[in-house]
Each structure stands twice: as C-alpha cells, then as structure tokens.
C-alpha cells in the first residue's frame, strides 16, 4: 500500500482564499483522523471519522474550517476563508480500530 | 498546566549512549502513543501501548498506570535517531489524540 496520500504537499494562499486540503487513507482502516501542528500549539486534533461518518469535531478552530469524508477513500478539509492564523502544516493520519495511527505526509499551508 | 508533558524538551546526546525520555500524564487513559518526526516532518509511530513494556529494535518503550508515567528508551544511540519524540495519550475509547511539546533529539556522532 502506498500510505496515506495528502495534497498538494504546500499550498501558498492569499487571506481570503478558499483553501482545500486531500487525503486518501489506506485501504481497509475505519478511522480518518485530521490534525494541525504549529510551532505555538504542537499537535491538535481537528476532526476524526469513523466509516465516513465524523465523530467528533471539537477541535475544529471555527466556523471556517470544515471537512467532509464522501467515502471510505477521500476526505477533505477546507478553510473558506483563509486567515494568517491558519498557517501550519496539517496532517492526517488513518487507522484500524484499536490500531497504529498512520500518518500522510502533511500539507504545509502558508496564508500570506 | 498541559494532560501531557514531556521532558526533557531538548536533548543533545554522543552516538552510543543510552536515552531516556519522559512522558507523564495528568489524566485516566486507555492508551499512550509514541511517535517520532524526522526534520523532513514525516511521522511515524512507534508504540502503543497501555501495560507494561514494548521492544522493537534498540527501543524500549515502557508505562507504569498507577504513576501515570510512561519513558521511551534508545539504546546504543545512532545519529538517525535525531529526530522529535511526540508522546502522546488516548482517552477512553474515543480514539481522541492528545500530544506533548515534543523532545527534540540530536545524536551527534
């Protein structure tokens, strides 16, 4: 298997912008986790679903931010409308149940 | 004060010596996770674990419950093991992530 997928791998956007972030999970695990890591704050949990369905998304920041999983081999994750505050680098990660996280490689966002 | 805290946050060792980082934990979990993330960004897991010990290579992962304390062990230190080391712990059975700072690892040869 090729891993989990993510692009674009970085994304430069003005504030304003809409922004779209992919991920394709492997093959077979339930779970889709989606995380934010910044230098100020670390890692965060920002979402996570389990077959398509979201489970908890306490960790989205605000209204802005929104993801959405329309089967079991895509999920995204949007920004509309981006801020500065939205740069990090965001990651996501799939898993089996009670199993290992697995994680992309990240998308490194930067909002000028 | 943070659920989960790391120490030390930097740790600058010799190639061949042992490590130890630490990991404690303020509240009950169903499980705690090790990650490493090399200066490229990838991150990969290392261990799970929710009792007692894990080996795999020239790491040793182990938890005490009752102390809320959990170390990860390097043995014979290589300069590929500069990396950050992300503890990080799983309440209930939610599979919700919280994570440490991070301890930044540099082995020098």
């Known amino acids: 298997d090729a891993g989990v997928i993510q692009s674009p791998r970085h994304e430069v956007t003005e504030m304003g912008q809409e922004v779209t972030l992919r991920c394709k999970p492997i093959?077979?695990?339930?779970?889709l986790f989606w995380y934010r890591q910044t230098m100020m704050r670390g890692l965060e949990l920002l979402i996570y679903?389990?077959?398509?369905?979201?489970?908890?998304d306490s960790g989205m920041p605000e209204d802005r931010f929104s993801a959405k999983m329309p089967n079991a081999s895509f999920s995204t994750l949007k920004i509309q409308p981006s801020e500065p505050r939205d740069s990090a680098v965001y990651f996501c990660?799939?898993?089996?149940?009670?199993?290992?996280?697995?994680f992309g490689p990240g998308t490194r966002l930067l909002v000028l | 004060k943070n659920e989960v805290e790391q120490s030390p946050q930097n740790l600058t060792a010799q190639e061949g010596e042992f490590i130890t980082i630490n990991c404690s934990y303020s509240v009950g979990i169903s499980a705690l996770h090790w990650l490493q993330q090399h200066p490229g960004g990838g991150i990969v897991s290392l261990f799970m674990?929710?009792?007692g010990k894990k080996k795999h290579g020239r790491l040793i992962a182990t938890i005490n419950i009752q102390e809320k304390h959990s170390s990860l062990h390097i043995t014979a230190s290589h300069p590929r093991d500069s990396a950050v080391y992300i503890c990080?712990?799983?309440?209930?059975?939610?599979?919700?992530?919280?994570f440490g700072k991070g301890t930044l690892l540099t082995v020098n040869p």
């Open positions: 679903f389990n077959n398509n369905v979201p489970i908890d």
């Open positions: 674990l929710s009792s």
């Open positions: 990660a799939s898993s089996s149940p009670l199993g290992t996280q697995y």
């Open positions: 990080a712990v799983e309440r209930g059975s939610n599979y919700k992530l919280t």
């Open positions: 093959s077979g695990h339930d779970y």
